[in-house]
Nanobody
Framework: QVQLSESGGDSVQAGGSLRLSCTVS????????LAWFHQAPGKGREGVAR???????SYADSVKGRFTISRDSAKDTLNLQMTNLKPDDTGVYYC?????????????????????WGQGTQVTVSS
């Protein structure tokens, strides 16, 4: 079973940058698809970016051109580089791994396709 642990959350001014990291431990079939989700205060958890094992990526429209997802295989970490941050980016960011293909999973940026979650890291962007 894969285990995920996020870090890097902080409080920043609008226009600033942050780099979130997620330590991925425990080899599992479901690490073929990794993603970041965002939960704003009082709202549901929504997909931000996903990275498949073939290197393909996809992003939510709201973060395209500002956020970049990447994986450092040597360090077993999933990263999210966040630039030009906006107050709407405030919330808890979760790292997630996909439901295994053998269990019907596909690498698509929707919550229902992800089965393992980290504990989250808080990002606060002030105007």
């Amino acid at each position: 079973q894969v285990q995920l642990s996020e870090s890097g959350g902080d409080s920043v001014q609008a226009g600033g940058s942050l780099r979130l990291s997620c330590t991925v431990s425990g080899y599992a079939e479901n690490t073929y698809c990794l993603a970041w989700f965002h939960q704003a205060p009082g709202k549901g958890r929504e997909g931000v970016a996903r990275l498949a094992s073939d290197g393909s990526t996809s992003y939510a429209d709201s973060v395209k051109g500002r956020f970049t997802i990447s994986r450092d295989s040597a360090k077993d970490t999933l990263n999210l580089q966040m630039t030009n941050l906006k107050p709407d980016d405030t919330g808890v960011y979760y790292c997630a791994s996909g439901i295994a293909p053998s269990e019907g999973g596909i690498c698509y940026l929707e919550r229902r396709f992800f089965g393992v979650w980290g504990q989250g890291t808080q990002v606060t962007v002030s105007s």
